[in-house]
């Protein structure tokens, strides 16, 4: 069974910074692209970026809201996907999802970390 | 980039169909899924490449798209579908979402 599992969110003050950790199990982790989506409170799903696997290049994109703050990496030994978050605003306050990407898909959600960021 | 656009809410009686429309001036094949997501719960892929269903995904899930407009339609609708559905496409290199339609089976 494909389980992702999210750890690292928590309370933090803007400007600071946090890293989230999602740990993969149940597939091949290394064939796969990876993306994290967040939600905010009551609000919709927003994309936060994706990373291919290092097959394919292991490069990273992210969406503008985020871009030269958060930094998406991965760890295909300890099977595990990371989001670096740094210089953090308070609009960043969410639910973080790791997901598998299927390219055509966000196919198997985690159940989502917590990031509260206050001024 | 570009929005893509979802009524806020929508309704349907036990065991009837209801469809739920996503558009956007760049929504078209073969690459608009629909999530489903419960109060509390993750997302799930419900709908893939417009029309595909996911295994373990019911068959009254259905997708489909015309014009600037992909519809996802529910036959036969069961309490437990009430949720809500959320479209998504590519605009360029990055994923954008629809904001998201609340279904309430009544």
């Known amino acids: 069974e494909v389980q992702l599992v999210e750890s690292g969110g928590g309370w933090v003050k803007s400007g600071g910074s946090l890293r989230l950790s999602c740990a993969a199990s149940?597939?091949?982790?290394?064939?796969?692209?990876m993306t994290w989506v967040r939600q905010a409170p009551g609000k919709g799903l927003e994309w936060v970026g994706r990373?291919?696997?290092?097959?394919?290049?292991?490069?990273?994109i992210n969406a503008a809201p985020v871009r030269g703050r958060f930094a998406i990496s991965r760890d295909d030994s300890k099977k595990m996907l990371y989001l670096q978050m740094n210089s953090l605003r308070t609009e960043d306050t969410a639910v973080y999802y790791c997901?598998?990407?299927?390219?055509?898909?966000?196919?198997?959600w985690g159940q989502g970390t917590t990031v509260t960021v206050s001024s | 980039s570009y929005d893509l656009t979802q009524p806020p809410s929508v309704s349907v009686s036990p065991g009837q169909t209801v469809t739920i429309n996503c558009s956007g001036d760049?929504?078209?094949?073969?690459?608009v899924s629909w999530y489903q997501q419960k109060p509390g719960q993750s997302p799930i892929l419900v709908i893939y490449?417009?029309?595909k269903r996911p295994s373990g995904i019911p068959e009254r899930f259905s997708g489909s798209y015309s014009g600037n407009t992909a519809t996802l339609t529910i036959s036969g609708t069961q309490q437990l579908d009430e949720a809500d559905y959320f479209c998504?496409?590519?605009?360029?290199?990055?994923?954008?979402f629809g904001g998201g339609t609340k279904l309430t089976v009544l």
């Open positions: 760049k929504v078209g094949a073969p690459d």
């Open positions: 997901v598998t990407d299927v390219k055509v898909a966000m196919d198997v």
């Open positions: 998504q496409a590519w605009d360029s290199r990055s994923v954008i």
């Open positions: 490449q417009d029309d």
């Open positions: 149940g597939f091949t982790f290394a064939n796969a692209w």
């Open positions: 990373i291919k696997s290092e097959f394919d290049g292991g490069t990273t």
